[in-house]
């Protein structure tokens, strides 16, 4: 079985400059997530959707994030404009749902570095 | 009190040792308990779900303690592929997903 995909895998950009991640979910999983992880930290949820729906977007910050899921599959991240702060790992996950359901699988996760 | 707590370690433990580490968490209402692997430079791995009786999966054992609000991980028989990073997650009544900042381990030969 095919685990998450994340494209690209590493990106550098100019500070101001857009970027956009990727995100295919195990097949049949309703439920994605995209996390930021800096270095010797934990993962840090930015969005939960349960299939289109954004159920958690509270610590997205939406003046310069957006997401989208359309179709309930594949999903977006996108940044505009960047800043340095924004480096870090972009790691997407899924999960089949609730309860124990909500065991995560995860994608290799996008490296974006902001220079 | 943070939501959830971990050691960051590192534990350096030697090769056959058995290790134990904790994880703490803040809110007595959460639902869901997740033991992640990560190793260096790679995407966290599921490594155990923490059932309220407690689990075992080989040399590995989780445990729940609702009344302390704690789970913890042990490892018996360590062995140098142990080597990893050890996030707890944990999983709110309102699903509010939170991730420990994990506990480094290091097994010596």
């Known amino acids: 079985e095919a685990g998450v995909v994340q494209s690209p895998r590493y990106k550098i950009i100019e500070k101001k400059q857009p970027v956009a991640f990727w995100c295919n979910p195990i097949?049949?999983?309703?439920?994605l997530y995209w996390y930021l992880q800096n270095l010797g930290q934990g993962p840090e949820l930015l969005i939960r959707?349960?299939?289109?729906?954004?159920?958690?977007d509270s610590q997205l910050p939406k003046d310069r994030f957006s997401a989208e899921r359309l179709k309930g599959v594949d999903s977006t991240l996108k940044i505009q404009p960047a800043e340095l702060g924004d480096s870090a790992v972009y790691l997407c996950?899924?999960?089949?749902?609730?309860?124990?359901?909500?065991?995560?699988?995860f994608g290799p996760g996008t490296r974006l570095t902001v220079t | 009190r943070k939501e959830v707590e971990q050691d960051p370690g590192p534990f350096n433990v030697p090769e056959g040792a058995t290790v134990a580490f904790n994880c703490t968490y803040s809110?007595?209402?959460?639902?869901?308990f997740f033991w992640y692997r990560q190793d260096c430079r790679k995407e966290p791995k599921l490594l155990m779900s923490v059932y309220s009786s407690g689990n075992e999966d080989g040399r590995f054992t989780a445990q729940l303690n609702r009344a302390s609000q704690y789970i913890s991980l042990l490892i018996r028989d360590s062995k140098l592929s142990d080597s990893a990073t050890y996030l707890c997650?944990?999983?709110?009544?309102?699903?509010?997903?939170?991730f420990g900042k994990g506990t480094r381990l290091h097994i010596l030969p």
């Open positions: 997650v944990v999983n709110d009544w309102n699903d509010k997903i939170i």
């Open positions: 097949s049949g999983h309703n439920t």
């Open positions: 996950a899924s999960s089949l749902g609730r309860g124990q359901s909500y065991e995560q699988y």
């Open positions: 809110n007595s209402a959460s639902q869901s």
């Open positions: 959707y349960e299939n289109e729906e954004a159920v958690d």
